[in-house]
């Protein structure tokens, strides 16, 4: 059994914060870190695909895997729209011999570590203000001004909760954040 065996990492952050970006930085600089592959009920956007950025569940079908316990966490994050991860998802990973990485919610993500404490870092990525954190979504161009508005008020009330978390680490620069985040991992994991 490998001293990783078991133990997960947990990125979490308003939406805009820069999450995935550092998500994908460290799976792609560390082949023993694997992408926990969230589902949801929203619709794909631009080139997602099903099984890679997401699993795209109907809601029907997501409520009946609720139902059958099937998930490790899970919330509604905005109306109509589910967002959660598998069981299965992590035992994939684990089976893998890798660490999964999840890049979730911070309601999801303090269900997770409450379930896994002892074996579970999570990290929360600060925006360096919400005014910035504004600016980085509507540079995104993916949102509707309802959209944006809605995002915005849920990242100022998700900012409140950072303290839940093992580390915070502020994302003023991309690639500073990225490197902060990569030495609380490896200390983490004893790397």
């Known amino acids: 059994m490998s001293a990783t065996n078991g133990k997960l990492i947990i990125l979490t952050a308003p939406s805009g914060s820069g999450k995935t970006s550092i998500t994908r930085y460290l799976i792609g600089k560390y082949p023993r870190l694997s992408f926990s592959i969230s589902a949801t009920t929203r619709a794909p956007r631009g080139t997602e695909k099903d099984g890679v950025e997401y699993h795209f569940l109907t809601v029907d079908d997501f409520r009946a895997r609720i139902d059958a ?4 966490e899970w919330e509604m994050v905005y109306e109509g729209k589910y967002y959660g991860t598998l069981k299965s998802e992590l035992q994939r990973i684990w089976n893998e011999g ?22 579970c870092l999570s990290i929360f990525i ?26 915005v008020n849920k990242a100022s009330y998700e900012m409140s909760f950072n303290h839940h978390f093992t580390k915070t ?12 985040t990569e ?9």
């Open 169 to 180: 680490i502020l994302n003023i620069e991309l690639d500073k954040a990225c490197a902060e």
């Open 69 to 72: 316990n099937e998930f490790i």
């Open 98 to 119: 890798k660490v999964p990485m999840l890049d979730i919610d911070v309601q999801g993500a303090i269900h997770v570590q409450q379930q896994f404490a002892g074996n």
């Open 126 to 151: 600060q925006p360096p203000s919400v005014a910035e954190l504004r600016r980085r979504l509507e540079v995104r161009g993916t949102e509707t001004p309802e959209s944006l508005e809605t995002r």
């Open 183 to 191: 030495q609380v991992i490896k200390d983490f994991l004893g790397w």
